[in-house]
């Protein structure tokens, strides 16, 4: 049974819903993002093979639902590429031909995508800390984010709201980390039911700059969507008893008590009464992707609703306010009469966390990834935040100092400049027009790629050629 709780009685008298109408904006943020001074080359790095969808629910014809590439197991040199149809690929950093490491769709994990295969599916990878630390705990244990069918385990959350599926967290172990393709055994350490198809489980990962006997070492924070549908029908982005519009934070190996995992001591709502221990973060409606930088700090891509697209920082503790606000601006359910889907100018609310980037729809529709460029190659992108709209394929960058200013990465390829909708769009099925369904990655070097689903090619940015 869903609980209700006090969190949205203390932000209706925290003033976060107005008691008279206002008109909406109809363009919330008027100014307009311009092309930068950066120009960076894109040069073709790896195509994935083709892969099919398991249904024709709600699907375009992506050649593979390829999400991100990543390190494999904290190593240098090897690569891991998660297709969200159940496949997980090595290449290297040469960008040799992927060969399969896994594919849930053969394991008996209760794997299941058909129901909107253009959301759902094997979302994220995380490789523990030890992963390829001989006579360590973490050895070879790595961990997947996926899409499972309701009757195949038993949620620890929301059982009683998985009409559509379940999003699960898994636990491999290897026996040979260093192997081509897996062996070893799994064991499941979470679930939570799914209401809707959409807004599912995304990003899972290790803090990698966590050290040795830190409170954050071997500790795996994963992001949830809302549940579904759109305006958050559950309204979980404002109720902690539930682990939705989240982001999760648990120790996957302390199995002591009575869950799987354990709860790291220093969760911030941790023995609260009726609130969820695991959570660090809420208030987000779909956050599929988070990462650090190497100051330790943690950017969080949330996608919007109808308006605004936007990135966070994370702190513990923080409510970065959905279904309340989208990005700076109050929605239909912070004041009366107003019409969802629309956005109202800003009331100050400190009790709510706002973005420290944002764009609105005149610019994108969805925003994919968000890194900070730390990596040698490239040196007018030191420093920047880079954050792409996964819709039209556009990648914007801003001062990650002080997150002054926003502009658009310029893109040449064979020396020609042209938007990567040129060169990677296809037909949408959302809206008219065409998508690329763009993501960022990034190698242990801290080099970024763009991996593009539509024509399944991984591309990488390198320095502008004379």
């Not at 120009?39 to 991100?68: C, G, L, M």
């Not at 244990?141 to 038993?154: R, V």
């Not at 107003?338 to 729809?361: K, M």
Request: glycine share 10%; proline share 6%.
């Amino acid at each position: 049974m869903r609980t209700t709780i006090t969190v949205i009685t203390t932000l209706l008298l925290a003033g976060c819903v107005t008691p008279t109408s206002l008109p909406p904006l109809s363009d919330p943020i008027p100014e307009k993002i311009q092309p930068g001074d950066i120009v960076v080359w894109v040069e073709d790095f790896v195509r994935v093979p083709k892969t099919e969808d398991s249904s024709s629910n709600f699907t375009n014809a992506a050649h593979a639902r390829i999400q991100y590439i990543q390190p494999f197991g904290n190593t240098f040199g090897t690569l891991i590429i998660n297709d969200t149809r159940g496949v997980l690929y090595l290449t290297n950093d040469q960008g040799v031909e992927p060969v399969v490491y896994m594919d849930l769709r053969e394991e008996d994990v209760g794997f299941d995508d058909s129901m909107f295969p253009n959301e759902m599916g094997l979302a994220g990878v995380a490789f523990h800390p030890e992963f390829t630390s001989i006579g360590k705990p973490g050895f070879g244990k790595f961990y997947t984010a996926y899409s499972a069918t309701s009757d195949s385990g038993i949620a620890t959350y929301l059982e009683d709201d998985s009409a559509s599926h379940e999003s699960v967290i898994r636990e491999w172990t290897a026996f040979n980390p260093r192997g081509r393709t897996f062996e070893g055994t799994s064991r499941e350490i979470f679930r939570v039911g799914q209401f809707a198809p959409n807004h599912n489980i995304g990003t899972i990962a290790f803090n990698p700059l966590a050290e040795v006997g830190s409170e954050d070492y071997g500790v795996l924070y994963a992001s949830l969507g809302d549940g579904g549908a759109a305006n958050d029908p559950r309204d979980y982005g404002q109720n902690l008893a539930e682990p939705l519009s989240t982001i999760v934070r648990i120790k996957p190996m302390d199995s002591s008590g009575d869950r799987p995992y354990g709860i790291p001591a220093d969760n911030p709502f941790l023995d609260q009464p009726g609130v969820a221990p695991e959570i660090w973060v809420y208030g987000l409606r779909h956050a599929q992707h988070f990462s650090w930088d190497s100051q330790g700090r943690m950017f969080i891509s949330d996608i919007g609703q109808n308006q605004i697209e936007e990135v966070n920082l994370g702190r513990a503790g923080a409510n970065y306010g959905w279904r309340l606000r989208e990005g700076t601006f109050r929605t239909a359910f912070a004041i009366d009469g107003g019409e969802p889907g629309l956005v109202y100018p800003d009331a100050p609310d400190t009790s709510l966390t706002p973005p420290i980037a944002q764009y609105d729809h005149d610019e994108g529709h969805a925003i994919s990834s968000a890194f900070v460029y730390e990596g040698n190659a490239i040196q007018a992108l030191r420093g920047k935040l880079l954050f792409a709209d996964l819709v039209n394929g556009r990648i914007f960058y801003t001062d990650a100092a002080d997150f002054s200013g926003i502009n658009e990465l310029r893109l040449s390829f064979d020396g020609e400049e042209k938007t990567l909708a040129e060169v990677a769009g296809y037909a949408n099925t959302y809206i008219e027009g065409q998508r690329v369904d763009l993501r960022l990655g990034q190698d242990a070097l801290g080099e970024l790629y763009l991996v593009t689903k539509g024509d399944g090619w991984i591309r990488k940015l390198v320095p502008a050629q004379n």
